[in-house]
C-alpha cells in the first residue's frame, strides 16, 4: 500500500514510546469490543436457531437480548471496531514502512471484512427485532386477506434474512480475527518470518494458538459481559422472569467459565513460542499475571455457581477484562522488545534528518556524549548487553585507535557471533571521530 507510504513522517526516539502506547490504547478499545461482538454474535445465532427448532420462547428471547447487549449500537461499532483500528494501521505504517513486511496489507484486508461483517451482524440485530415486532402483530390478522399475505411474506423474508445474516457476519468476522492475529505477530516475528508466505504464517502454531487465546477470551468476555449487564449494570435488568434470569446466569456463568478454562494452556503454548529476543522479565510478568487473573476468576465463578447468587458479576466482569488487558501489554512488550533495532534504525533515520535540517549551526561543536546518547545508546552500553555487544567487551581490542574504530563506525561489518549485524549510523567523520574518542575515554571506567 504506496500511498500509506506518504503519510510517514520522521520519528525520533521519544514520537516512537508514544506511537507504541497509543497503539497499545487502541488495543485496549479494540480487543474487548471485537471479542464481545463475536462472542455475543456466535451465542445470539446459536440460540435463535436452537430456540425455533424446539420452540422455546425463552431461547428466542434470549438471542435477541444478546444481540442488543454485545453490539450496544452503530456508533460504538464504528468507534470501536473500526476507527481504533484505521488508527492501529498507521501506527504500523509509521513504525515498519522502511521493513519490507506486508504487516498493512493484511490489517487492511482485516478492517475491510470487519467493515462486512459489523454491517451483516447489525443487519442480524435490526432483523431479529423487526420479527419480533411481526410475532406481535400476528395476533391481530386483517380482514383484508391481500394484507394478511403481504404481511405474512414479509415476516417471512425477515425471518430467512436475520437467519442468514447472523451466520455470515460471524463466519467473516471470524476470517477477519484470524487474518488480524497473522498481521500483527509478523510484527514480533520480523525476522523469523521474513520469507513465509500468508499460508504459512496463518497456519503457523504462533497464530492458531493465539487464535484461540483469542476465541476464550471472546467466550469469557461475553459471559461475564452478560452477567454484568443483567444482573449488576444500573441495577440490573428488572423486568425478567425469575426462570429466565436463572437462565441467563447460567449460561453467563458456563460461558465465561469455559473461556478461562482453555485460556491458560494456550497463553503458556504461546509464551513458549516466542522468539528469544522478544522476551524480558516484563513479557514473563504478564503473562504470569494473565493466568493468576484467571485462576482468580474462578474462583468468583465458583462461588456463583455453588451459591446460586449473582454477586459476583461485576467483579468477575472486571477480572476478566484485566485478564485481557495483561495479555495485550504481553504481547505489545514483546513486539516492542523484538524490533529493538527496527526502532533504532528509525532513530537513526530522524537524527540524520535533524542533523540536514540545522547543518549550518552543527560545525560549531560536535559532542560525542550526545550523539552516543541520542544514537548509539538505543542498543549500546557500557557494561551489559543491549541489542549489541558492551563497550567494556569489544573496544579492549582497538587499543585505544581512535582511527580503527571511525573505520567501523563508519561501515559496520558483522563481527561478533551471536549478533546481528550493525546498522550503519550514518554519521559524518567528524561526528564518528566525537563519538569514538568519547567512547574509548568513558570505557576506561568500566575496565577492571
Ligand atoms: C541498531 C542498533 C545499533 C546502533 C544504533 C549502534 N550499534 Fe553498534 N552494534 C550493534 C550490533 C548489533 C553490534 C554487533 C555487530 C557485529 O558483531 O557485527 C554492534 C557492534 C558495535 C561495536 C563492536 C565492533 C567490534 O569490533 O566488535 C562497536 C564499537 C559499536 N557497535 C559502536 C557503535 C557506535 C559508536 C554507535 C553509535 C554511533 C553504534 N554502535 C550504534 C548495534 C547497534
Known amino acids: 500500500m504506496d500511498f500509506l507510504n506518504k503519510l510517514v513522517i520522521p520519528l525520533s526516539p521519544g514520537h516512537i514510546e508514544w506511537l507504541h502506547y497509543i497503539l497499545m490504547l487502541m488495543f485496549f478499545l479494540f480487543i474487548p469490543f471485537i471479542s464481545l461482538i463475536f462472542g455475543g454474535t456466535a451465542l445470539s445465532v446459536f440460540y435463535r436457531k436452537k430456540g425455533m427448532h424446539e420452540n422455546n420462547e425463552n431461547y428466542l428471547n434470549f438471542a435477541k437480548d444478546i444481540i442488543d447487549i ?38 487492511i484486508v482485516a478492517l475491510l471484512l470487519i467493515f462486512i461483517g459489523l454491517i451483516l451482524i447489525y443487519t442480524y440485530r435490526y432483523s431479529l427485532t423487526s420479527t419480533k415486532n411481526f410475532d406481535a402483530l400476528k395476533d391481530n390478522p386483517s380482514k383484508d386477506e391481500k394484507i394478511n399475505h403481504d404481511f405474512n411474506k414479509l415476516k417471512k423474508s425477515s425471518k430467512n434474512l436475520s437467519l442468514q445474516t447472523g451466520g455470515y457476519g460471524l463466519v467473516i468476522l471470524f476470517i477477519a480475527i484470524w487474518i488480524f492475529i497473522g498481521g500483527v505477530e509478523i510484527a514480533t516475528y520480523l525476522k523469523e518470518w521474513a520469507n513465509k ?36 449494570w444500573g441495577g440490573g435488568i428488572k423486568d425478567i422472569s425469575e426462570d429466565y434470569a436463572s437462565f441467563v446466569r447460567k449460561v453467563g456463568i458456563r460461558l465465561a467459565f469455559t473461556g478461562s478454562l482453555v485460556m491458560p494452556l494456550f497463553l503458556t503454548i504461546d509464551l513458549f513460542d516466542l522468539p528469544d529476543n522478544a522476551l524480558s522479565q516484563a513479557v514473563f510478568f504478564y503473562a504470569v499475571l494473565a493466568v493468576i487473573l484467571v485462576f482468580l476468576g474462578y474462583q468468583f465463578l465458583y462461588a456463583m455457581s455453588t451459591r446460586k447468587t449473582t454477586k459476583y458479576s461485576s467483579t468477575i466482569f472486571f477480572i476478566i477484562l484485566l485478564t485481557i488487558m495483561s495479555v495485550v501489554v504481553k504481547d505489545q512488550l514483546a513486539m516492542i522488545n ?27 561543536e560536535i559532542s560525542g556524549k550526545e550523539i552516543y546518547q541520542k544514537i548509539c545508546s538505543a542498543c549500546h552500553s557500557f557494561d551489559h548487553k543491549v541489542v549489541g555487544p558492551p563497550y567494556a567487551k569489544t573496544l579492549p581490542k582497538y587499543k585505544g585507535n581512535v582511527e580503527k574504530l571511525v573505520s567501523y563506525i563508519m561501515n559496520p561489518i558483522q563481527d ?10 550514518g554519521l559524518s567523520s567528524v561526528q564518528a571521530h566525537a563519538v569514538a574518542k568519547y567512547i574509548l575515554t568513558e570505557v576506561k571506567k568500566y575496565e577492571k
Not at 452503530?74 to 494501521?89: E, F, N, Q
Not at 523484538?338 to 560545525?363: F, G, H, N, P, W
Open 70 to 107: 454485545s453490539t450496544i449500537n452503530k456508533s460504538m461499532g464504528l468507534i470501536l471496531g473500526l476507527l481504533t483500528l484505521v488508527i492501529s494501521i498507521l501506527i504500523y505504517v509509521q513504525l515498519f514502512h522502511s521493513v519490507n513486511t506486508s504487516i498493512e496489507n493484511y490489517l
Open 197 to 232: 508466505n500468508v499460508w504459512e504464517i496463518l497456519f503457523s502454531l504462533t497464530v492458531i494458538s493465539k487464535l484461540i487465546v483469542f476465541l476464550s477470551l471472546s467466550a469469557a468476555f461475553t459471559g461475564s459481559f452478560l452477567l454484568f449487564k443483567f444482573f449488576y
Open 338 to 364: 523484538s524490533t529493538k533495532i527496527q526502532t533504532a534504525k528509525l532513530s537513526i533515520q530522524y537524527e540524520k534528518i535533524m542533523q540536514k535540517l540545522t547543518e549550518k549551526t552543527e560545525v560549531s
Open 416 to 425: 561478533n557471533p551471536g549478533y546481528p549485524p550493525m546498522p550503519n549510523p
